[in-house]
């Protein structure tokens, strides 16, 4: 079994991406057999696809490092990298663009939603971007991709691709790429803005109290927690009575996410009380489990020579496991090289 996913360096970590996608990792690396691993890289490549600023892509790059490590992936256990450092990753994007079908880039729900009514105006690397993060999986053999709703389309693509190619150039006994599973964690949560109860949280939204950052201080988690949005009722004694009621259900969530409990277990608890009692609860909750890992972040963000020693030892590790994929493309491609 191999694992790869990747986040993009744009910022802060934030509760949504902890719950969601980097407690699950961790889980995953710790809980490996032996013969398997795991592949995490910071995906600064897909970055450059829209405009970004180069000082501060690289600083997110280092910033986004620390925080991974503070929430406790394990550069000794897993393979830690940024893409840049692998020019594998461009190379078979541009492999696979022969084999890649404009019709189902076209396709891409995530392309319409990012390019909006410009579609002109937007580079082509926001349009070919599914193909590089086809390149990200199929370079390594990744055997599972963790995926939430969101990006099992994109995994969709890149089986597509995987299995066109080899049906094209490979030997039928002998394929050049693995198709890759989604890898659906059994407590990935679902965690949304502070906000607006439909939204995801996010990185992109404007408002910073849409969110909690893993960097944010004990003041500022409370301040944001009791500020979130909600409504008038009290909080019923089961799950299905938060029913239309998207704000709650999203605060009983993440406080069902950090316990480990089940929402009902969560609901026996306060059910019957407002918010007033139950945000205090709800931040002191996230105050308790975030601070080790805020903490911990500060110390490791200091140490510019530590986090890039990381990210060095990963991407030649990387490199190590990419290569025979990528010469094996060039080969069946029929490309000539020295």
Request: glycine share 8%; net charge negative; charged share 25%.
């Amino acid at each position: 079994m191999r694992v790869v996913s990747g986040i993009q360096p744009t910022g802060n970590l934030h509760l949504g991406n902890y719950l969601g996608a980097i407690r699950n990792w961790v889980s995953m690396q710790d809980e490996m057999e032996e013969g398997s691993e795991c592949l995490f890289f910071l995906a600064d490549l897909h970055a450059i696809s829209m405009p970004h600023d180069p000082t501060e892509l690289h600083s997110n790059t280092l910033e986004m490092t620390a925080a991974l490590v503070a929430c406790g992936l394990d550069p000794n256990k897993s393979v830690l990298f940024n893409q840049a450092q692998v020019p594998a990753h461009a190379e078979l994007q541009w492999l696979l663009m022969g084999t890649a079908r404009m019709g189902w880039l076209n396709r891409m729900t995530q392309w319409k939603d990012k390019a909006g009514k410009n579609r002109e105006g937007q580079s082509t690397a926001l349009f070919s971007y599914p193909v590089l993060q086809a390149a990200d999986v199929l370079l390594y053999q990744a055997t599972h991709v963790p995926v939430g709703e969101d990006q099992k389309q994109h995994l969709e693509l890149a089986r597509d691709i995987a299995q066109k190619f080899n049906n094209d150039f490979a030997a039928e006994d002998s394929p050049v790429f693995t198709l890759p599973d989604p890898y659906i964690p059994p407590q990935a949560a679902r965690i949304m803005s502070l906000r607006d109860g439909s939204a995801k949280m996010s990185k992109s939204d404007p408002s910073e109290m849409s969110r909690i950052n893993l960097t944010d201080d004990a003041d500022t988690i409370m301040k944001k927690v009791k500020k979130a949005k909600t409504d008038p009722e009290p909080l019923p004694s089961e799950a299905k009575g938060l029913e239309d009621r998207a704000e709650a259900l999203n605060l009983v969530s993440i406080y069902a996410a950090i316990s480990g409990e089940s929402v009902d277990q969560v609901l026996s608890q306060y059910g019957g009380q407002g918010f007033g009692a139950f945000k205090p609860a709800l931040g002191e909750l996230l105050v308790e489990s975030l601070d080790p890992i805020n903490s911990l972040f500060r110390g490791l963000r200091e140490d510019t020579e530590m986090l890039q020693a990381i990210l060095a030892r990963g991407a030649a590790k990387a490199r190590e496991i990419g290569t025979p994929t990528l010469d094996e493309a060039y080969k069946v491609l029929g490309l000539v090289r020295g």
